[in-house]
């Protein structure tokens, strides 16, 4: 069985042995996994039953997946409510930071008590390795500094896919660690490409992890007209971390993470 691979050391994980503040108990694990199939890296491939470096492959089981939504459905209405977000009028917005290459803009979400964020800036290169390294796939742990672990649960045709991960601890233990169960699904988008995401309601759940749950959200991205070597990244983020840390703490801390996420992915694709 292939050894499950880990993210390098993030800036904002949590110290050795700190308890994070907003832990809570969680129901024991159950253990047992079905079979895994890698999520396509490129748009169109299929390499179903592959093994990728940097996502974790999980082992057959006698456990069964869980049932799950008509998967071309919920790809179709997620791609849709992206879109919509993507079509907001500009005075919908509030700046909430910005820095000489990338702007943050937020809006109260309609989906839960928080903010729906919107970020967007300038990434020198093309739009497919962008997203290669956004999406699922062997490059995102990588160098994504909050990401720590990535199981495909399931793979399905049109590139979609059911994904389990874990992020690290963040602002100095105030946000203990946290696993999220979403369904991803990359389409063509114009002249580029849209990776976008929904968590699901799954029951199997870590001690050591409190379940996050992310809204509708996705990355559009699309060529420069004047600089087709270069692209332009719009992401539209709304997540509930849950737990016992107030919304209000989050949506404080969501603008610099988007910063930073931006800042990181450069890097990554400078170095590939």
């Not at 490129?42 to 997946?65: I, L, R, W, Y």
């Not at 001690?207 to 996050?212: A, D, K, L, M, T």
Request: a positive charge; glycine letters at 6%.
């Amino acid at each position: 069985m292939r050894e499950r691979r880990r993210a390098p050391q993030g800036r904002a994980r949590l110290s050795e042995g700190a308890p994070a503040v907003d832990s809570v108990p969680a129901p024991p694990a159950v253990h047992g996994r079905r079979k895994v199939r890698a999520f396509t890296p490129g748009v169109g491939g299929d390499t179903k039953g592959q093994c990728f470096p940097s996502a974790h492959c999980v082992p057959n089981s006698e456990k069964q997946m869980e049932a799950l939504p008509d998967a071309a459905a919920l790809a179709t209405r997620l791609k849709n409510t992206l879109i919509q977000y993507h079509s907001l009028e500009d005075e919908k917005w509030r700046v909430a930071k910005k820095t000489k290459d990338v702007t943050i803009w937020r809006k109260p979400s309609e989906e839960f008590n928080g903010y729906l964020f919107k970020a967007q800036g300038v990434i020198d290169d093309l739009v497919n390795s962008v997203i290669d390294h956004i999406r699922p796939g062997p490059c995102r742990l990588d160098w994504d500094s909050l990401m720590t672990s990535l199981d495909i649960l399931e793979h399905f045709e049109e590139n979609c896919c059911v994904m389990r991960y874990t992020t690290a601890g963040q602002l100095w233990n105030i946000i203990s660690p946290r696993e999220f169960v979403d369904f991803s699904y990359t389409v063509g988008y114009k002249e580029g490409l849209l990776s976008c995401g929904i968590s699901l309601d799954w029951s199997e759940k870590r001690s050591e992890f409190v379940r996050g749950y992310n809204h509708p959200c996705g990355w559009f991205c699309v060529p420069l007209k004047e600089s087709p070597s270069r692209s332009l990244l719009t992401g539209y983020i709304q997540t509930d971390l849950r737990g016992m840390i107030p919304q209000s703490a989050v949506d404080t801390a969501m603008a610099s993470t988007l910063i930073n996420f931006y800042g990181d992915l450069q890097k990554a694709l400078q170095k590939a």
